[in-house]
């Protein structure tokens, strides 16, 4: 199975956090999953942390190295993902949700969220 994970998703797997369902939890440890993690999730991360809103810096400098050390694929945003996200109907207004739903639905992968809003758009969420 292949999956793009949410950025809340990704944190709380880093953190070893409870609020991860134990579907989300089984998917994210098993060998045959390839988990997509989205330089969105990267980019959103890094504003927080210049806002203050996200408190972990060892997170953001070594990004790139904790995604390898998990065995996830790093996900490039084309330019054909953001003019997608640019066209999705306005249910969610989070330009880094919406990049993760164009990822998706041209990717034809489910994401792994929490957050229901996505439901929406017809992308295959798995919680």
Same mark, same amino acid.
């Given at each position: 199975?292949? &999956? ?7 944190? #709380? *797997?880093?953190? !070893?956090?409870? =609020?991860?369902? !134990? =579907?989300? %939890?089984a998917l994210l ?12 999730? /990267? #980019?959103? %991360?890094?504003? !927080? $942390?210049?806002?203050? !809103? @996200? ?9 790139? =190295?904790?995604i390898d050390r998990? /065995? ?8 054909? +993902? $953001? &003019? +997608?996200? /640019?066209?999705?109907? %306005?249910? +969610?207004?989070?330009? @880094?949700?919406?990049? %993760?739903?164009?990822? $998706?639905?041209l990717l034809n992968?489910? &994401? ?11 992308? =295959?969420?798995? *919680?």
């Open positions: 199975m292949e &999956i793009l994970v949410d950025t809340h998703t990704l944190i #709380w *797997w880093l953190e !070893k956090n409870i =609020r991860l369902s !134990k =579907r989300a %939890l440890a098993s060998p045959t999953t390839n988990v997509l993690v989205s330089a969105a999730v /990267g #980019w959103e %991360l890094a504003i !927080k $942390a210049n806002a203050g !809103k @996200f408190h972990s810096l060892t997170l953001i400098n070594e990004f790139a =190295r904790l998990e /065995g996830f694929a790093a996900l490039p945003i084309s330019l054909d +993902h $953001a &003019i +997608h996200a /640019g066209l999705l109907p %306005l249910h +969610h207004r989070d330009p @880094f949700d919406r990049i %993760l739903i164009a990822q $998706a639905q992968v489910s &994401i792994l969220s929490a957050d229901a809003v996505l439901d929406r758009y017809g992308v =295959r969420r798995v *919680w």
